[in-house]
């Protein structure tokens, strides 16, 4: 059974250290085309992080789902991050973005637990909060 954000076919890599968090990286396409993003990992401390954007959205409903890929891999998102990934995605240019959803591993949840409580620090150094 696909989880929110964690798909049976995505395995997420374990996080290098507890200071470590995940980074979308959103791809370049029109909007009608699949939503395709990377994931890498980064540190809040590092001088020379990369530049990154935070959403703050409702999850709402896990009725509908729609199919992105990550790392080649296809997962379901609820119907509204689908959405708001395709608004967001810049037709010819990468972004970084993080998401709770997805940038953290929904199925473990030792590292869901500790994730949660650096969400405070993860949106307070995004160089934009997209709500």
Not at 43 to 51: A, G, I, R, V, W
Not at 69 to 82: M, P, T
Not at 95 to 110: L, S
Request: aromatic share 8%; with cysteine; hydrophobic share 35%.
């Amino acid at each position: 059974m696909a989880r929110y954000g964690n798909d049976t076919h995505y395995r997420y890599v374990p996080l290098a250290s507890p200071g470590h968090i995940r980074l979308l990286t959103l791809h370049a396409g029109k909007h009608d085309a699949i939503v395709e993003c990377t994931l890498s990992q980064t540190t809040l401390q590092d001088p020379e992080k990369t530049s990154y954007e935070a959403l703050s959205y409702t999850w709402g409903s896990d009725k509908d789902q729609k199919s992105l890929l990550i790392d080649g891999h296809v997962i379901q998102v609820r119907d509204n991050l689908a959405f708001a990934l395709r608004r967001l995605r810049r037709q010819d240019q990468e972004m970084f973005v993080w998401i709770d959803a997805i940038c953290i591993d929904q199925g473990n949840i030792d590292e869901r637990s500790k994730q949660v409580l650096r969400m405070g620090k993860i949106f307070q150094q995004a160089d934009k909060v997209l709500v």
